[in-house]
């Protein structure tokens, strides 16, 4: 058991533990998720052929803003109470542990995400193709939001406003998953089939499963200076 | 042994870079002023007027030189950023925040007159084309990068955040620019073209050329006048920069 991922895991497995005695947290993300969407119909109107054809762009930005959520606690306690230095200075590997990090912050707030959008998507009169090729996308993309957005949230730690300065940072990053993941349902719909766009969304989240751990560990390392 | 080696590292300590700038800036700053005047009269009196955008378009002298400087400013800061990491030298995160303003003024210059222009010619002032969404678009990363730097008290966390932030970016541009494309065609929506017409005259060309060379002076003299600021700024307990004042 002691291989060479064992940070990674016990990592993993400390966070998930956390998120489960607050599990507020997430339902508080996920409820956050579900409103935002249920907004939009409430602005735009209820005619489904219109609802149809916005409903994977408003599950999309629905998982952009719920992700943005949650990753502001993604080092910030940890900082807080001295844990994070803890983990650099240890002598396992501090990309891996903030690889662990991330996957959880991912199970506990991109995974929800996805469950509950064919539900979501349903309200929006969606087909069951769609559906499925909706859900499909928001799995390979929401790991993607959570691993670019943990760049971020070691940019911002312990800075004044980090908040609101976190999502200027980030959410322009976003812009590639959000046109390939929303596109991917819109363009099998216009026949062009969903595999182009549901092919680059894995290389997307490829590229950054190889970067992303090791450049937060670089801004993780230059905030705890 | 290597001359030109010991030169380089040499200006890369703000105390010798200081005056050096100081004795540049008067040189860029008026190549600039001889720029644009020659320029601006080359595009708005010498250039012929069009033949189908009639003299709207003439906002292309300020146009392309301004999309030009803002996408190249945005590579010379991910140049100096990636310098900074390498080298720890604290004069390339100087230079790096010295040049975001300028990119930022220039990408949205760029924006302004291309809607100023998009309206006699496309009858919008804005149109959801690749281009113009990918220039939003790193004006939102300037932003960023501003914002991040003016949050963080320590100026070297600030540089070294910004530095990690600029390079992100940087990888970013291309994936950004091409997801748009593809989202554009995608969507079938403003079909239109920003393509140049192939036979430019050459007056035009030369108008163009002109304010380019102008802009590059421009943010030349600019980013050394900031940099300046920003080492008297974090030098100022320095002996030297106390003797400087005191002249």
């Known amino acids: 058991m002691n291989g060479l991922l064992y940070p990674f895991q016990q990592s993993v497995r400390r966070d998930l533990l956390l998120a ?15 409103i935002v969407v249920n907004l939009l119909p409430l602005g735009i109107g209820p005619d489904p052929d219109l609802l149809r054809k916005i409903a994977p762009g ?23 109470d001295g844990t994070l230095e803890q983990m650099a200075l240890s002598p ?22 996805v469950l ?34 943990a760049v971020g949230a070691a940019l911002t730690l ?68 | ?36 005047i020659a320029g601006l009269w080359v595009g708005l009196v010498v250039a012929p007027t069009d033949a189908q955008q009639g003299e709207g378009y003439r906002i292309i002298f300020v146009h392309v030189p301004a999309s030009w400087m803002s996408m190249f400013i945005y590579c010379v800061m991910a140049f100096w950023a990636a310098l900074g990491l390498a080298f720890n030298t604290r004069l390339s995160g100087m230079m790096t925040s010295a040049l975001a303003p300028t990119g930022a003024l220039f990408a949205f210059l760029s924006l302004w007159t291309g809607a100023l222009w998009g309206k006699p010619m496309w009858g919008a002032w804005w149109v959801w ?26 100026p070297r966390r600030a540089d070294k955040a910004g530095a990690i932030l600029a390079l992100v970016g940087v990888i970013n541009v291309p994936i950004i620019y091409f997801s748009v494309q593809w989202w554009n065609t ?41 940099v300046r600021c920003i080492i008297l700024e974090r030098e100022l307990t320095s002996g030297w920069v106390k003797k400087n004042a005191m002249e």
């Open chain 1, 158 to 225: 312990g800075v004044r406003g980090s908040g609101a300065l976190l999502s200027l940072l980030i959410l322009p990053l976003y812009i590639p998953a959000l046109i390939f993941g929303a596109g991917a349902v819109e363009a099998d719909l216009a026949g062009l089939g969903s595999e182009g766009h549901l092919s680059l969304l894995a290389a997307l989240l490829v590229v950054s499963t190889f970067f992303a751990p090791w450049v937060t560990t670089v801004a993780l390392r230059v905030a705890l200076e």
């Open chain 1, 58 to 80: 408003a599950l999309w930005i629905g998982a952009l803003l719920a992700t943005l959520l949650g990753l502001q606690r993604l080092f910030a306690p940890d900082h807080a």
């Open chain 2, 186 to 226: 995608l969507h079938q929506g403003a079909s239109v073209s920003m393509t140049k017409a192939p036979s430019m005259a050459h007056t035009m060309l030369l108008g163009m050329l002109l304010m380019a060379l102008a802009f590059w002076a421009y943010t030349i003299a600019v980013a050394l006048m900031r």
């Open chain 1, 20 to 34: 489960a005695r607050h599990k507020t947290e997430i339902v508080t993300a996920l409820f956050f998720f579900v």
């Open chain 1, 116 to 149: 509950i959008a064919p539900v979501l998507g349903l309200q929006f009169d969606l087909s069951g193709r769609s559906l499925l090729i909706l859900t499909v996308s928001l799995l390979l993309g929401t790991p993607i939001l959570s691993l670019i957005g």
């Open chain 2, 1 to 36: 042994m290597n001359h030109s080696l010991v030169n380089w590292f040499k200006f890369a300590s703000p105390a010798s870079f200081y005056p050096l700038v100081g004795r540049l800036i008067p040189f860029f700053a008026t190549a600039a002023a001889i720029l644009t």
């Open chain 1, 92 to 113: 396992q590997s501090f990309t891996l542990l903030v690889a662990g990090k991330i996957l959880a912050h991912w199970v506990v707030a991109g995974l929800p995400v």
């Open chain 2, 129 to 154: 084309d690749a281009r113009l969404t990918s220039q939003l678009i790193l004006f939102f990363l300037y932003l960023g990068f501003i914002a991040l730097q003016a949050a963080i008290d320590d």
